[in-house]
């Protein structure tokens, strides 16, 4: 970590600095630690929405911090095919392969900094796995999937697929060149992401050298949440200490901080950050195992039409690989 970066971060757009006077620093309501378990086929995880109220979430639904891990020969996992209806998984690899198909005819390979967008909207079914080669030989493995709800008009919007390559990103460097700063999707500071969403967000991974200070002006009608990927440091302007696996939930104002620790850990000499921000949708969320809708019908529903074949096949290529609803 990090997969991509710049030999001279200098030589970027920077971002402004909020005006002292003018804009309101948004002070931490919460720290929470990510509890650990297991997804798909058996890979680590932490759960970094855990034990947080929804409505402090929203649009955001779940991520799993995927690692980091570093794989023995044949110990790659992924998970098999399943159904999702009524939001977007965003799929963000920092270190190691990925291999992405779905029943829409999506797909592909994803490293090293790349994203893929899923809008499940209406219904399909997909399978995430490690390539075939890695399974083989090994290696390190890191990266993050978030859960984006959509709002009640775009539950059933057609299903699509955005393949979001690592270079595409917009990079940006703090005022003193202390921090590199990923915008994946959404905008900050008049610079956009590539990343195409229903639901109005903000995504940006950014890596902060030791000692250094990161503050990021906010739109004031988003949340606006910091999860800490690798490294330690503070949150806010009152400093209050985050470390590997914590969130951090902003209150309201205009601007969000973070601040790295001049000390860290050899294994990981940087703190690196995601942050997310999101317009709330404020409609009923009933979310269970791959479907998010606004009603338990609805969710039934979608039961049904899975298990109806309603949400898609499983390529001809795939189908000796059977899907479970999970």
């Known amino acids: 970590m990090p997969a991509i970066t710049v030999?001279?971060?200098?030589?970027?757009p920077r971002v402004s600095t909020p005006d002292p006077v003018t804009a309101r620093p948004r002070q931490v309501e919460s720290v929470t630690t990510a509890p650990k378990g297991f997804e798909g086929e058996g890979f680590p995880v932490r759960r970094a929405f855990a034990g947080v109220d929804l409505r402090k979430l929203d649009p955001f639904i779940h991520m799993d911090q995927?690692?980091?891990?570093?794989?023995?020969?044949?110990?790659?996992?992924?998970t098999p095919w399943h159904p999702h209806r009524g939001f977007e998984t965003v799929t963000y690899i920092i270190?190691?392969?990925?291999?992405?198909?779905?029943?829409?005819?999506?797909?592909?390979?994803?490293?090293?900094?790349?994203?893929?967008?899923?809008?499940?909207?209406?219904?399909?079914?997909?399978?995430?796995?490690?390539?075939?080669?890695l399974v083989v030989s090994g290696g390190l493995f890191h990266g993050f999937q978030l859960w984006v709800n959509l709002p009640r008009a775009d539950k059933f919007a057609a299903p699509r697929y955005q393949d979001i390559r690592g270079g595409q990103v917009a990079l940006l460097s703090s005022p003193d060149g202390g921090s590199l700063v990923r915008i994946i999707a959404g905008e900050l500071d008049g610079h956009a992401g590539?990343?195409?969403?229903?639901?109005?967000?903000?995504?940006?991974?950014?890596?902060?050298?030791?000692?250094?200070?990161?503050?990021?002006?906010?739109?004031?009608?988003?949340?606006?949440?910091?999860?800490?990927?690798?490294?330690?440091?503070?949150?806010?302007?009152?400093?209050r200490p985050v470390e590997l696996g914590q969130l951090a939930v902003f209150g309201e104002g205009d601007s969000?901080?973070?601040?790295?620790?001049?000390?860290?850990?050899?294994?990981?000499?940087?703190?690196?950050?995601?942050?997310?921000?999101?317009k709330p949708i404020r409609e009923p969320v009933v979310a269970y195992?791959?479907?998010?809708?606004?009603?338990?019908?609805?969710?039934?529903?979608?039961?049904?039409?899975?298990?109806?074949?309603?949400?898609?096949?499983?390529?001809?290529?795939?189908?000796?690989?059977?899907?479970?609803?999970?």
């Open 256 to 278: 969000i901080t973070v601040t790295a620790d001049a000390k860290q850990d050899p294994r990981h000499p940087t703190m690196d950050v995601l942050f997310l921000g999101g």
């Open 95 to 133: 270190d190691g392969e990925f291999v992405h198909s779905d029943s829409n005819g999506g797909g592909g390979v994803i490293r090293d900094g790349d994203t893929q967008w899923m809008t499940a909207g209406s219904g399909l079914l997909h399978i995430e796995t490690p390539p075939e080669h």
């Open 7 to 12: 030999d001279n971060v200098l030589a970027l």
């Open 289 to 326: 195992g791959p479907f998010v809708m606004n009603t338990k019908a609805e969710v039934v529903q979608a039961f049904e039409d899975y298990q109806a074949g309603r949400l898609g096949s499983i390529p001809a290529a795939h189908a000796g690989v059977r899907g479970e609803a999970s």
């Open 194 to 239: 590539p990343g195409n969403t229903y639901t109005p967000i903000t995504m940006i991974h950014a890596t902060i050298s030791p000692g250094a200070s990161l503050t990021l002006p906010w739109r004031k009608d988003f949340n606006a949440l910091a999860y800490t990927l690798a490294g330690k440091g503070t949150v806010g302007t009152k400093g």
């Open 66 to 78: 995927m690692g980091e891990v570093e794989y023995a020969p044949g110990e790659p996992k992924g």
